[in-house]
């Protein structure tokens, strides 16, 4: 084993640099000019849900967002206080939980208002609500046929004084095909909603639409503040080059080689001997696999940075490892190898690898898991 390896002892390891996350923020939020409500749901897109928290608070968000209750509630008891909004609730939604910790929540149906409603009595608290549009995505949100009445309902609930409306919201269809022609078709039915939201008295609220692929191309959809999430970790929703927008990948994924051998030519490697050696050969087993997030899907595609070169995988990824021919090159047990990071030691990024495995990176970052540990480096946010 070499002196390296000695002192830095690990078998399947996710690193993730907070101070890119806060930086990544900063930058976007320079972009815009205007306040940011950053996106952390999913575990912080696998980064760490309180961790990415603290890091995008660093680096200068305004508002927290998360998909479901469950999220904000985690954030809340980790004691962070920064205005928080979950809008993901199917029936039977504690609200009173969310009011009670000071969660703003959205609203899509009168039924879910209603909900709403009765966690404001249980609890005296006033609810902060985002009403969501449907402009078109088919996803959350009221279409233009149900909108109205939503409107009208919390336009009551809020004289009443029961709720305060703060948010008018949508989320785009396309916005990593900036040119697209849903943008303007969803700009065009966010604005009527707005307009008739405003109408009927919800003056106070502010409008968001940007995610990502928008907060970078598409200027138009900023409105009061923007919602990004992946770009803050440091990927290119586009799916191009990060560093072309100024944001620096935050996690590196790496194992150690777990056993090296060598083998003759004809050896077939991994279930199926889908790969079969060309000539004499070192293998070197590295110990993680599609149970930890490693798709099966990357076995014969994606490739990994291992002693001093990009390879393959070759074979099947199995359930707990995978294996790499590493040609006569020196390899031994111990020696790291990088699926994925930045790119500036030579190893692939997470684009590389849903390029290779046809997916986006998105799903990469936030299902890589499993046995793999985290670290932390960088001290944004850290506590
Ligand atoms: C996930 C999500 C975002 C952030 O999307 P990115 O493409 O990661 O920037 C914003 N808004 C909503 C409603 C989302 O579900």
């Not at 005296?124 to 046929?145: E, F, I, M, N, Q």
């Not at 999430?229 to 290119?236: M, T």
């Not at 994924?253 to 889908?274: D, E, F, I, M, Q």
């Not at 070192?282 to 993680?288: G, K, M, R």
Request: proline fraction near 5%.
């Amino acid at each position: 084993m070499t002196a390296s390896t000695v002192r830095d002892r690990f078998r399947a390891e996710v690193v993730v640099d907070l101070d890119a996350i806060a930086a990544n923020t900063a930058v976007l939020r320079e972009r815009v000019a205007r306040p940011l409500m950053a996106v952390v749901k999913a575990d912080g897109y696998g980064h760490g849900l309180v961790p990415a928290a603290r890091a995008v608070l660093a680096g200068g968000a305004d508002f927290l967002g998360v998909a479901v209750l469950e999220e904000a509630l985690a954030l809340r008891a980790a004691g962070i206080t920064a205005p928080l909004l979950a809008w993901l609730h199917g029936p039977g939604t504690d609200y009173a939980a969310a009011l009670t910790a000071d969660v703003e929540v959205s609203v899509s149906a009168d039924w879910a208002l209603e909900e709403v409603l009765g966690g404001v009595r249980a609890t005296g608290r006033t609810a902060r609500v985002h009403l969501k549009a449907d402009t078109g995505l088919s996803r959350a949100g009221a279409t233009p046929a149900e909108w109205p009445d939503l409107v009208a309902a919390a336009a009551r609930a809020q004289a009443d004084g029961e709720i305060e409306v703060i948010g008018l919201w949508s989320h785009m269809i396309y916005a990593d095909a900036p040119t697209h022609p849903s943008i303007a078709a969803q700009v065009a039915v966010f604005e009527e909603a707005a307009a008739l939201a405003r109408g009927a008295g919800l003056t106070d609220a502010r409008l968001h639409l940007a995610n990502s692929a928008a907060t970078i191309a598409l200027p138009n959809t900023w409105y009061d503040f923007v919602r990004p999430g992946v770009a803050l970790y440091g990927l290119d929703p586009l799916g191009g080059d990060p560093a072309a927008h100024g944001l620096r990948p935050a996690m590196t994924v790496r194992a150690a080689v777990a056993l090296a051998k060598r083998v003759p030519a004809g050896s077939g490697v991994s279930y199926g001997h889908t790969y079969v050696t060309e000539r004499e050969t070192t293998l070197a087993l590295v110990p993680v696999g599609y149970a930890d997030g490693v798709p099966r899907a990357a076995g014969n595609r994606a490739p990994v940075l291992a002693a001093g070169a990009q390879r393959t995988i070759a074979g099947r990824v199995c359930m707990d490892q995978f294996v790499l021919d590493v040609g006569d090159a020196a390899v031994e047990p111990g020696d790291e190898v990088v699926l994925w990071g930045p790119g500036d030691r030579g190893e692939p990024t997470a684009q590389q690898w849903a390029d290779a495995v046809d997916t986006i990176h998105y799903e990469l970052v936030t299902r890589i898991g499993g046995r793999f540990s985290r670290r932390y480096v960088g001290s944004a946010g850290a506590v």
